[in-house]
């Protein structure tokens, strides 16, 4: 694997219906359990709070004009309804802003499975020259400055600011970003009215013929792997100057990918690992809350989920060797729709925002 730069190191150093009761389907599809922090940062109602104030805090970007929640909005599925994520002021991104909803339940984190705890991802995006540019010492200062954030990171930590408790922090607040109750859950728990009977036949669909379950599957319907379905490039998106920037930044500054200067397309999890098997590979995404997130994949290729069955109907995208046409007709096609939409949907969270100090 080609040596990633001192840049990438460096960063990275941061750190059914009756006939299918419930029982039938558990250990494939699983209710939504509590969440368990790491031993090094657990919850506090305290810790909590303070990284809700910094989610939402416009000072974590280098001009003062972005927080995490300009990207993950909790009106918009805690992502930002649009193809390609917000980006920092003359630059663009070329990726679609994941979900955080059930974050904590996710091993690899970013669409490319670049980290693997939410206090390592934290303060990646901070970092971005694309997304919020932020230099870490001048935000430990600006952070400092402010006698709430000071009184606050003594209080929680015993300790002055600094960016590693920054990260817990926000680590902390993600892991309260968790969709519950939601009819499939209840219906895991034996509740066989909390799905209607279309519903179910949708949920026969995803079990059976769609073949849904064999990526999409445990507590947060996703299997955690990496996959090359040979999602379609966005041809709008093709011969956007910024775009070119930010792709082939990245291809430079995480594997040192020799070609990166003549990239036309999206590596995926390959600028992880520099092994050839990753190209174009994506993570398998949550489905929770999935009727709010849209649009889909890593490039928002798809702007409703009507596409996206209708992707997998077909076989994924031509030369991919993951997946076969599956031969559904219409009306399966829009009962599995309709499970999608209905029977993933948790309680609503009514996340006010704070008062920033």
Known sequence: MPEKSSWFTALTAVFLSAALPAVAISGRLEPVPEVR???????????????????????LSGDGTMSCASCHMPDQGFSDGQDISLSYPTTKNWRNAPTLYNIAFTKA???DGRSSSLEEQA??????????????????EEIREVPEYREAFQKVFNSEVNRQNIARALASFQRTIVSRNSPLDRNLKGEQSALSDEVKKGLEIFL?????????????LSDDRFYALQVPENPE??????????RRFVAKVSTNYREYRTLKEDPGRFLVTGDRKDWKAFRTPTLREIGKTAPYMHNGIF???EEVVEFFNSGGGPGNSV????GLNEQEKNRLVL????????????IVTPLIP
Not at 239 to 246: A, E, G
Not at 323 to 326: A, V
Request: glycine share 8%; charged share 25%; proline share 6%.
């Open 123 to 140: 303060l990646f995006p901070i970092m971005s020259a694309f997304e919020m540019n932020q230099n870490l010492d001048y935000l430990e």
């Open 323 to 326: 997946l076969k046409p599956l």
């Open 237 to 246: 998106q093709a011969n956007d100057p910024r775009i070119n920037i930010t």
């Open 303 to 305: 702007n409703t989920l």
């Open 208 to 220: 059976g013929k769609g073949k849904c379950v064999g990526c999409h599957n445990g507590v947060n």
């Open 37 to 59: 922090a790491p031993a090094g940062n657990l919850q506090t109602p305290e810790k909590i709070e303070l990284g809700k104030k910094l989610f939402f805090d416009r000072r």
């Open 109 to 111: 984190l970013f669409h």
């Open 339 to 350: 499970f999608l939409k209905e029977a993933l949907a948790g309680d609503d969270l009514n």
